[in-house]
C-alpha cells in the first residue's frame, strides 16, 4: 500500500530544536523521525520506526548467520541477580532503581548479563548443551549524569546484546569470533565504515575486549593505530617501558632551592639556568616527576587520596584515569584534601624526603603512590622535596624512592611506540558502533553457571557479551549522512525505497504520480508518495530532502508527455526520461 | 535456515512449573516458550518470541489496513502529563514510580494516552490534519496487586494502544468503528472467537466502550446477553428499574419485632410466619431492602461509609462496586467502623427512623445512601428499623425515606430484562481478549490538544482508545489450543510451519529427514527438525506434542522406501505417504 504524505503522521519543522547539540538530533527531530519526551528519552515517530526496523533487521539477520538465537528479556528486573554480582552497586547513580508495592528492589536493566547467565544455568548442565550464543534486541536504560547528543547517549536506548556460553576459552575464542564477524558483516551491509581496536576489558571484568569504532575527525573517542597493525582505544593503550638502569655510579639526590618555581614550565626554566645540564644537553618537562594528587571516592562512600608520579611532560588523561581506577569515582584532589594532609606541599610535593618515603602506604602520609610505567628502576629524576620552593634532583626510582604500584594514566601521544613493536602510533578519533567482550568467568562463577564436562565433572561457564547499540547506530548513520538540506539515508535502511513528488496544479500529474507509485509497489518498493494539493513544489522538494529517501521521483510539467524526473539525493544529479524507464530504472 | 533441535535454545521441562495456576502458564513455561523473571515479568525465549512476533504482524497488517500509523513511546515516561489528568494518582499502587538521579518523578507507563495526546498536541493544529489513529506495540507496566496467571495478568506485558483523533463526534464513531473492525479481523485471523459486549467507559473517562470477549466457561469475565442481540459486561449493564408506583392509599410503615432475624432468609421466614400476607400471597427476599455497608477509602486517603440499600433476592456484585466508586477503593465495612457508628446496628439496619432519617447525608448519621434502581418511588419494603431484633415493614420509597442517588452493583442474574428491551438476558463468563473506547474530549481537554476547525475556531479534539494485550492474547490462545501432551497452536501463529523428527538410528532416516526439511524450507516454509542423535522416538514425539507445531512430519522405519508419516498434532492423525507426497502436501 503506498503511503500518501496527505494522511502520513509526519510534520516537518522549519526550526531546530533549541536543544539540538548535533545534526542528527536536529535533523531526524526535523524531519519528524523523533520526538523528545524526557532528557535523553525520545519517542519514534512512523519514518524513524521504520528506519529502526530495518536496521534491526540486518543484525537479526547476521546474528542468526552467526547462529545465535533471539530471546526477549524485561527491562524491569529484580535486584537480586545484580546484587550477587556486585553490579547493583558499582552502576551508582546510572542505575535507575525502583520499588514495587510491596517494597522489594527493581531496576530496569542497562544491561543483562546477570539474567542471561541465570537463564543458561536453568536450562543448562552439560557441556553437550554448548556453546550456545543467545541475542536480544530490546530496550535499555541508564540514568546518564548528563544525556546529551540525541540518540547518540540517551537514557533509553535499543541494544543489540547478545552473550556467548562455552565451556573452554577456546570455546570462548570460537564464539567471540563468530560475534566479531558478524559486526563486520552488519557494519559493511550499513554502510558504516570500522577500525576494530583493542579495548579495556576491565570494566566487564572480562579478559578481552574489542571496540568497533567509525573513524570520524567529530567521534567522541580517540584511540591509536600504527601502521603495523595495531589499534586501540586511550584507554586500552599501554605502555612501553624503558630497560631498568643499573645504580651503580648513579649520583645521590641534592635538594636544591628552586624559588618561583610552582609549575612544570617554571621547574624546567629554573633547572636550566641553575643545575648541571644532562647528559641529553638540556633539562626537559620529560626529567621531572610530576607528582598527581586524586581524590579516589569508593562505592562504600569512602574517600581516598591517591599520588600518580609521570613524566612532566605528561597529563593524566580523564578516560585512563576512570578505567584505572573504576569502579571508584575519581576527581582531582580539593583544598579540604590538601589541608587535611599538611604534609602534601602543593606545587613540590615529591615521594621522597632525607628522612624517609613521603607518599606509599609505608610513608609519613601513608597516601597510596602509583607510578606511570615510564618511571623504571634507575631512571633519575626532578621532582618536588616537599617544602615551599625546594625541589631535588638525580632523585633515583627503585633506588631513591618505591611505589605501590604502576597505573597506564599518562596521556598517550602520537609518536608513542605500539606496545606490540609494530611502530609509532597516530592518534584519530571515532565514534563507538560495536563492542564485543570476552567476560570469562566472572559472571559464571558469581552465579553458579556451571556444566558437566565430558569426564563427568563440574567445569565453570566462560562467557562473551557482544553489544551494538540500535538507536545510537542509527542516530550516527544519520550524523554521517545528511548535507545542509536534510538527511541522505543509505538505500539499505531508508525510511522509503523512493519518494514520488507530485508537483504543479495539473490533475494529469498527480494521476500519473499515483499510478507510478502504484507500479512501484506492485514491483516490491517501499513507495511515500507526496500528493499534498496545496503544497508549493518548493515546499515538497524541500521536505525530500530533509526526510532524506535517496531516490526521489518527480511528477510535473513533463506528466502530459510521460515525462518524469529521477532525483539522486545523494549526488544531487535531476535527469528527465520517460516514466517507463524511470520505473524499470527503480524497480531493478 | 531449517532450525535443528540439536543446537536450538530449547529446554522441555518435565514439571510443571510449582507457581503454574492455569494452563497456558504451565505448558508455555514446560514447552520452553517464557521463563519467570520475577513475579508477574516473564522472559520470552525463541520459541516464545516467535509466536508474539506472529501475533504482532496480524496486528500490524490489520492497523495498516485500518489506516492506521505505527510509533514507539518509551516506556519511562515523566510524571507531568499523568498529573495534568490526575491519573499519576488514580492509578494508585498500580503505577510503577521512580525518580531519576536529580530527583525528577517518572513512571513505567501502564497506558499511553497522555502522552499520545500531547505528541499530537506538539504537530498537528488544525482540522486538516484530521482524523488520525497512530499506535504502537510496546512494553507496558502495571504493578498488580496480585499477579496471577503467567501472561495472563502479568506486570510488563506488551500491548498494542491506538489512539484516534477527530474534531467531530462523527468523526470519532468513524474512526472508532475503523478499529472495531480492525479488531474483527484480527480475532478472526487468530482464530479466536470473540462476543463484542459493552463496556463501561467510566474509568477512562469515555463516553463509550465496547469489549472484545472469548466467550469460554472458564473466562474470568462474566457479560450478559439476550436473544434480541444485547451483549454487555456485568459492569456496564444497566438495570430496568419499574415504573413508580403513587403513595396514595399505601399503608403506614409500622416497626415489629423479629426476633433471631440477622440474616434475610430468617427475616423472609419470620415475615411469613407473623405478618400478614403480601398481595403477592408469600414474603419473599425480594419484598426485603437489605442495606450493606461499604467503606470507601478516596484517593486523598479519606475513609468513607456509604450504606447500599437493593432488594434482598440481590447481592452486591464486587466488579459493578469497584466500577461504580471508582477511583475509590471500596471493602466492606470493618468492625472498627461499626464501632465508629453506632446507630448503624449489625443485621437491623435501615434508612428510617420514626423521628427522622438515618441514613443520608442530611441524616443522624450523615451517611451516604444509595439505592438499587428498582428501589422506586411508592415500592415497599421491609427493612432493618435501627434496634436489635426490630424490623419495619410497609416503608415505602419516596415516602418514608429517600436517597442521595442510584447505584448499579446488584448482581445481574440470568432472566433480567435487557435494557434495550431485547428480551431477558443470558449470563455467560468469557476472557477480554480487547478493548475499544471512546475518551471524546477528557484527555484533550486536560492537555489542551485543540485545532482550528473550518471556520478558524479553536475546537477541542475528541479521541479514542483501543487495547489488544498481545501477550494476553497468546496465553489466551494457548490456554483455548492444548490437551494433555501439550500445546496445539493454530498455523496462523505456530512457532514453526513444519516439525520435522527422525527417528531410529538408521542414517538414512537422518539424511532424508535433512534433506525432506531443506525442501520444505526451501517452499517458503520455516521448519523445526529434531536431529537429535541420541534422543529415543518417545522423547521426540513428547516433545513435539508438548511444542505444539500442528504439522509434524515424522521420517523413520519408513526412510529407506521413501515413506514418511504426517501427523495431525490436533486430530491426531497419523498417516503414511511416500515423501514427494508429504512436501507436495505440505507445501500447498
Same mark, same amino acid.
Given at each position: 500500500?503506498?503511503?500518501?504524505?496527505?494522511?502520513?503522521?509526519?510534520?516537518?519543522?522549519?526550526?531546530?530544536?533549541?536543544?539540538?547539540? *548535533?545534526?542528527?538530533?536536529?535533523?531526524?527531530?526535523?524531519?519528524?523521525?523523533?520526538?523528545?519526551?524526557?532528557?535523553?528519552?525520545?519517542?519514534?515517530?512512523?519514518?524513524?520506526?521504520?528506519?529502526?526496523?530495518?536496521?534491526?533487521?540486518?543484525?537479526?539477520?547476521?546474528?542468526?548467520?552467526?547462529?545465535?538465537?533471539?530471546?526477549?528479556?524485561?527491562?524491569?528486573?529484580?535486584?537480586?541477580?545484580?546484587?550477587?554480582? +556486585?553490579?547493583?552497586?558499582?552502576?551508582?547513580?546510572?542505575?535507575?532503581?525502583?520499588?514495587?508495592? =510491596?517494597?522489594?528492589?527493581?531496576?530496569?536493566?542497562?544491561?543483562?548479563?546477570?539474567?542471561?547467565?541465570?537463564?543458561?544455568?536453568?536450562? @543448562?548442565?552439560?557441556? =553437550?548443551?554448548?556453546?550456545? $550464543?543467545?541475542?536480544?534486541?530490546?530496550?535499555?536504560?541508564?540514568?546518564?549524569?548528563?544525556?546529551?547528543?540525541?540518540?547518540?547517549?540517551?537514557?533509553?536506548?535499543?541494544?543489540?546484546?547478545?552473550?556467548?556460553?562455552?565451556?573452554?576459552?577456546?570455546?570462548?575464542?570460537?564464539?567471540?569470533?563468530?560475534?566479531?564477524?558478524?559486526?563486520?558483516?552488519?557494519?559493511?551491509?550499513?554502510?558504516?565504515?570500522?577500525?576494530?581496536?583493542?579495548?579495556?576489558?576491565?570494566?566487564?571484568?572480562?579478559?578481552?575486549?574489542?571496540?568497533?569504532?567509525?573513524?570520524?575527525?567529530?567521534?567522541?573517542?580517540?584511540?591509536?593505530?600504527?601502521?603495523?597493525?595495531?589499534?586501540?582505544?586511550?584507554?586500552?593503550?599501554?605502555?612501553? /617501558?624503558?630497560?631498568?638502569?643499573?645504580?651503580?655510579?648513579?649520583?645521590?639526590?641534592?635538594?636544591?632551592?628552586?624559588?618561583?618555581?610552582?609549575?612544570?614550565?617554571?621547574?624546567?626554566?629554573?633547572?636550566?639556568?641553575?643545575?648541571?645540564?644532562?647528559?641529553?644537553?638540556?633539562?626537559?618537562?620529560?626529567?621531572?616527576?610530576?607528582?598527581?594528587?586524586? /581524590?579516589?571516592?569508593?562505592?562504600?562512600?569512602?574517600?581516598?587520596?591517591?599520588?600518580?608520579?609521570?613524566?612532566?611532560?605528561?597529563?593524566?588523561?580523564?578516560?585512563?584515569?576512570?578505567?584505572?581506577?573504576?569502579?571508584?569515582?575519581?576527581?582531582?584532589?580539593?583544598?579540604?584534601?590538601?589541608?587535611?594532609?599538611?604534609?602534601?606541599?602543593?606545587? @613540590?610535593?615529591?615521594?621522597?624526603?632525607?628522612? +624517609?618515603?613521603?607518599?606509599?602506604?609505608?610513608?609519613?602520609?601513608?597516601?597510596?603512590? *602509583?607510578?606511570?610505567?615510564?618511571?623504571?628502576?634507575?631512571?633519575?629524576?626532578?621532582?618536588?622535596?616537599?617544602?615551599?620552593?625546594?625541589?631535588?634532583?638525580?632523585?633515583?626510582?627503585?633506588?631513591?624512592?618505591?611505589?605501590?604500584?604502576?597505573?597506564?594514566?599518562?596521556?598517550?601521544?602520537?609518536?608513542?611506540?605500539?606496545?606490540?613493536?609494530?611502530?609509532?602510533?597516530?592518534?584519530?578519533?571515532?565514534?563507538?558502533?560495536?563492542?564485543?567482550?570476552?567476560?570469562?568467568?566472572?559472571?559464571?562463577?558469581?552465579?553458579?553457571? =556451571?556444566?558437566?564436562?565430558?569426564?563427568? %565433572?563440574?567445569?565453570?561457564? $566462560?562467557?562473551?557479551?557482544?553489544?551494538?547499540?540500535?538507536?545510537?547506530?542509527? /542516530?550516527?548513520?544519520?550524523?554521517?549522512?545528511?548535507?545542509?538540506?536534510?538527511?541522505?539515508?543509505?538505500?539499505?535502511?531508508?525510511?522509503?525505497?523512493?519518494?514520488?513528488?507530485? $508537483?504543479?496544479?495539473?490533475? *494529469?500529474?498527480?494521476?500519473?504520480?499515483?499510478?507510478?507509485?502504484?507500479?512501484?509497489?506492485?514491483?516490491?518498493?517501499?513507495?511515500?508518495?507526496?500528493?499534498?494539493? =496545496?503544497?508549493?513544489?518548493? *515546499? %515538497?522538494?524541500?521536505?525530500?530532502?530533509?526526510?532524506?529517501?535517496?531516490?526521489?521521483?518527480?511528477?510535473?510539467? +513533463?506528466?502530459?508527455?510521460?515525462?518524469?524526473?529521477?532525483?539522486?539525493?545523494?549526488?544531487?544529479?535531476?535527469?528527465?526520461?520517460?516514466?517507463?524507464?524511470?520505473?524499470?530504472?527503480?524497480?531493478?
Amino acid at each position: 500500500m503506498v503511503t500518501r504524505l496527505s494522511h502520513y503522521f509526519l510534520r516537518t519543522l522549519r526550526e531546530d530544536p533549541s536543544d539540538a547539540e *548535533v545534526t542528527s538530533h536536529r535533523l531526524l527531530v526535523r524531519a519528524g523521525y523523533i520526538r523528545r519526551q524526557a532528557p535523553g528519552v525520545f519517542a519514534w515517530l512512523p519514518l524513524g520506526l521504520k528506519v529502526k526496523a530495518k536496521i534491526e533487521a540486518v543484525v537479526r539477520e547476521e546474528m542468526a548467520n552467526a547462529g545465535a538465537y533471539e530471546v526477549h528479556f524485561p527491562a524491569l528486573l529484580p535486584r537480586e541477580p545484580y546484587e550477587q554480582t +556486585g553490579r547493583w552497586e558499582e552502576y551508582g547513580d546510572a542505575l535507575f532503581r525502583l520499588q514495587d508495592r =510491596k517494597g522489594a528492589d527493581y531496576l530496569l536493566a542497562p544491561t543483562h548479563e546477570e539474567v542471561f547467565t541465570l537463564l543458561v544455568k536453568d536450562l @543448562y548442565s552439560s557441556y =553437550k548443551d554448548l556453546p550456545l $550464543t543467545i541475542y536480544q534486541i530490546q530496550d535499555k536504560y541508564r540514568d546518564e549524569a548528563r544525556p546529551r547528543a540525541g540518540l547518540l547517549r540517551g537514557r533509553e536506548f535499543t541494544m543489540k546484546d547478545a552473550y556467548s556460553f562455552d565451556y573452554t576459552d577456546a570455546g570462548l575464542d570460537a564464539s567471540y569470533q563468530a560475534q566479531r564477524e558478524a559486526y563486520e558483516r552488519i557494519f559493511t551491509r550499513l554502510g558504516l565504515e570500522y577500525v576494530i581496536v583493542q579495548a579495556d576489558a576491565g570494566a566487564m571484568g572480562g579478559s578481552r575486549s574489542e571496540e568497533f569504532l567509525h573513524p570520524t575527525p567529530v567521534g567522541e573517542d580517540t584511540f591509536v593505530r600504527s601502521d603495523g597493525g595495531y589499534a586501540a582505544n586511550v584507554e586500552a593503550f599501554t605502555t612501553v /617501558a624503558p630497560e631498568p638502569i643499573p645504580f651503580d655510579g648513579l649520583p645521590e639526590p641534592v635538594i636544591y632551592d628552586s624559588p618561583d618555581t610552582p609549575t612544570i614550565a617554571t621547574l624546567v626554566a629554573h633547572a636550566n639556568a641553575h643545575l648541571d645540564a644532562p647528559a641529553e644537553g638540556e633539562w626537559t618537562a620529560a626529567h621531572t616527576l610530576k607528582n598527581v594528587v586524586l /581524590a579516589l571516592t569508593h562505592l562504600d562512600g569512602t574517600r581516598e587520596l591517591v599520588v600518580v608520579g609521570l613524566p612532566g611532560d605528561r597529563d593524566v588523561d580523564d578516560k585512563r584515569v576512570e578505567v584505572a581506577f573504576a569502579p571508584a569515582a575519581v576527581e582531582a584532589a580539593t583544598e579540604a584534601d590538601f589541608e587535611r594532609h599538611p604534609l602534601l606541599v602543593k606545587g @613540590y610535593i615529591g615521594p621522597w624526603t632525607p628522612t +624517609g618515603p613521603l607518599l606509599g602506604e609505608e610513608s609519613a602520609t601513608g597516601i597510596r603512590y *602509583v607510578l606511570d610505567p615510564r618511571v623504571v628502576d634507575g631512571t633519575s629524576w626532578i621532582t618536588g622535596a616537599n617544602a615551599h620552593e625546594k625541589h631535588v634532583h638525580s632523585l633515583v626510582a627503585g633506588r631513591d624512592f618505591a611505589a605501590d604500584g604502576f597505573v597506564e594514566v599518562a596521556t598517550v601521544r602520537e609518536g608513542d611506540p605500539a606496545p606490540d613493536g609494530s611502530g609509532p602510533v597516530h592518534l584519530a578519533r571515532g565514534m563507538e558502533i560495536g563492542h564485543v567482550f570476552q567476560l570469562g568467568r566472572k559472571y559464571a562463577e558469581a552465579l553458579g553457571l =556451571k556444566v558437566l564436562d565430558e569426564n563427568g %565433572k563440574l567445569v565453570t561457564v $566462560t562467557m562473551g557479551s557482544y553489544g551494538i547499540g540500535v538507536t545510537r547506530i542509527l /542516530a550516527i548513520i544519520a550524523e554521517l549522512n545528511n548535507d545542509d538540506k536534510g538527511l541522505i539515508w543509505p538505500a539499505s535502511i531508508a525510511p522509503f525505497d523512493v519518494h514520488v513528488v507530485a $508537483t504543479g496544479r495539473d490533475a *494529469v500529474a498527480f494521476e500519473l504520480a499515483a499510478s507510478v507509485a502504484d507500479r512501484l509497489e506492485a514491483a516490491g518498493l517501499d513507495v511515500l508518495y507526496d500528493d499534498r494539493a =496545496k503544497v508549493s513544489p518548493g *515546499v %515538497k522538494f524541500g521536505d525530500a530532502e530533509l526526510i532524506g529517501v535517496p531516490r526521489i521521483l518527480i511528477v510535473g510539467r +513533463g506528466a502530459a508527455d510521460g515525462e518524469v524526473e529521477l532525483w539522486d539525493r545523494r549526488t544531487g544529479d535531476r535527469r528527465s526520461l520517460p516514466v517507463a524507464d524511470a520505473v524499470a530504472e527503480l524497480s531493478s
